[in-house]
């Protein structure tokens, strides 16, 4: 099982960023995917989970209406287009996937079997 991460990179403020999560070594169309983030001295923090339809979507308070998460099944990748980006967005985000039987508490980090390597996001003001 692999969960690749890309697209992080260094942006100033308002600016827009695509991450992309390609997976590998599972059935991605039976999972779940989402997207946390960590800062230096934070806990790592949900940002945002589709389903494994992509039927339903689920969003962080801080993120909402800047964030939106994609799936891609045919090319077994989950994708985070973030727009209006704060230095508060800055993090490494990490992807990563659940069962779609397995827990239905998307917001929490344990919910997930499987993690990609994160990638940096760093928004300067």
């Known amino acids: 099982v692999q969960l690749q991460a890309s697209g992080g990179g260094l942006v100033q403020a308002g600016d827009s960023l695509r991450l992309s999560c390609a997976a590998s070594?599972?059935?991605?169309?039976?999972?779940?995917m989402c997207w946390f983030r960590q800062a230096p001295g934070n806990e790592r923090a949900f940002v945002t989970a589709i389903n494994w339809s992509g039927g339903s979507t689920f969003y962080a308070d801080s993120v909402k209406g800047r964030f939106t998460i994609s799936r891609d099944d045919a090319k077994n990748t989950v994708y985070l287009q973030m727009n209006s980006l704060k230095p508060e967005d800055t993090a490494v985000y990490y992807c990563?996937?659940?069962?779609?039987?397995?827990?239905?508490?998307?917001?929490?980090?344990?919910?997930?079997?499987?993690w990609g390597q994160g990638t940096q996001v760093t928004v300067s003001s």
């Open positions: 990563a996937a659940k069962g779609r039987y397995y827990s239905s508490n998307y917001y929490r980090a344990s919910s997930y079997g499987y």
């Open positions: 070594g599972f059935t991605f169309s039976n999972y779940d």
